[in-house]
């Protein structure tokens, strides 16, 4: 029994190094190489490693004025879903890290395609959500329009990451008529919105 415990115990270091410390530093990746995709989430890897850990996700959700528990919850849900989907290797981590190089992999259904499968932009896809949805101004969206575009992107698949990820927006970025405004929804799709909403809370608190 002795000699078969002491045969074994290189497994548990090993199996630790997997789960907790498996991953790999991707380094940084030059911005302007960046697709579209990968800047909206680099704003949360706020080191730069390449890795976006949960409690980076919840600075990062503080950061743009979410309060705590929305934060917690969605730095839970985001790392908890998309952590698996962009992680390489067979080999799951229990600290649930994004790899900001391959976030295209976490893209899901019911959304609006403005990404292409490879985290591109795609602009008829973005015009495509005004055209359709934009009943009351154009270049805005309603609460109730926004429902709309939720219900005609529904698919089997992604509906509840999408209504998140819709819902949440709405509250951090309405304007002060509750309107979601078209610059503002581009900035969530070029990725300087959040930096801008960081700089934004930043200088309130300054005041």
Do not use: C
Not at 179 to 200: A, N
Request: no cysteine; proline share 5%; aromatic share 12%.
């Amino acid at each position: 029994m002795a000699s078969s415990s002491k045969g074994g115990a290189w497994l548990f270091p090993f199996i630790a190094s997997i789960l907790f410390e498996g991953e790999k530093r991707e380094g940084n990746l030059k911005y302007e190489d960046m697709t579209p995709l990968q800047k909206h989430v680099a704003f949360f890897d706020r080191n730069k490693d390449g890795l976006i850990y949960p409690w980076e996700t919840f600075r990062g959700m503080r950061a743009i004025g979410s309060g705590i528990f929305l934060s917690i919850a969605a730095s839970l849900f985001i790392n908890g879903t998309l952590g698996p989907k962009t992680r390489p290797g067979k080999f799951p981590s229990l600290l649930f890290p994004i790899y900001v190089k391959n976030i295209s992999k976490g893209k899901h259904d019911s959304d609006t395609d403005a990404y292409d499968s490879e985290g591109r932009f795609v602009p008829e896809k973005f015009e495509e959500i005004f055209k359709k949805y934009a009943k009351t101004k154009p270049d805005a969206l309603t609460s109730k329009e926004l429902d709309d575009l939720l219900q005609g992107n529904k698919e089997s698949k992604g509906q509840f990451a999408a209504m998140v990820e819709w819902k949440v927006l709405l509250l951090l970025a309405k304007d002060k008529d509750g309107f979601l405004s078209k610059d503002t929804i581009m900035g969530v799709y070029d990725g300087t919105l959040f930096p801008k909403l960081e700089q934004e809370r930043s200088s309130s608190r300054k005041k």
